[in-house]
């Protein structure tokens, strides 16, 4: 059995990951490959009574990270590529940067588990994206959404966590900008199709 691919793709909210994302499996399926999506897990959280987005705790963080490498496991089970939509890394973003904007600070032994499950529910893929976050863009409007969801400032802390810490950890990736996402979709293609026939 060949192990499937991995693609990872961060970022703080709407700076376009999920249209990334479809833009990149429906590439990959013209190939031939078979492609399975993660995401929507703090969706999911929230739904289950977890605390969201400014609100963030250990244990709402712990949750999504635990379910993020889940997920990505058993779509391994049916696919050749697994496309994670919101990496582990963008869970423990969003949690550092809520507690900022409550002007907090992580406990170092709990900052430091999580850290670690980040790091062990991210395999080193393929492929990892991060999109960079253009604050002079304007935000998308989604009615029904968190009032957390339009505060400039959290939005941007969360890009600034996300992105120090994949360079904290050594974290290997691309980072993507506004108007760099035609050029990224083909570079992710054509890395995912030769790591493949790699393994293939």
């Not at 950890?169 to 980072?175: E, K, L, R």
Request: net charge neutral; with cysteine; proline share 7%.
């Amino acid at each position: 059995m060949v192990k499937p691919v991995r693609l990872y793709i961060a970022g703080t909210h709407s700076t376009g990951k999920t249209t990334l994302a479809r833009r990149i499996e429906m590439e990959l399926r013209s190939t031939g490959l078979t492609v399975a999506r993660t995401g929507g897990f703090a969706k999911r959280a929230a739904g289950l009574g977890f605390p969201k987005m400014t609100r963030h705790t250990f244990e709402s963080t712990a949750w999504i990270i635990s379910s993020t490498c889940a997920a990505a496991l058993e779509a391994e089970l049916g696919a050749d590529v697994v496309i994670v939509d919101r990496t582990p890394f963008d869970a423990l973003a969003y949690y550092l940067a809520a507690l900022r904007h409550r002007d907090g600070r992580p406990d170092p032994e709990e900052l430091s588990r999580l850290t670690g499950m980040a790091q062990l529910a991210s395999p080193r893929p393929a492929v990892f994206l991060a999109t960079v976050l253009d604050p002079a863009l304007p935000l998308a409007q989604h009615p029904g959404k968190d009032p957390d969801w339009t505060d400039a400032a959290f939005r941007a802390g969360v890009d600034e966590q996300l992105h120090r810490a994949l360079k904290a950890h050594s974290v290997p990736y691309v980072p993507v900008p506004n108007d760099g996402h035609a050029e990224t979709v083909e570079m992710a293609v054509e890395a995912i199709t030769v790591a493949w026939e790699a393994k293939a």
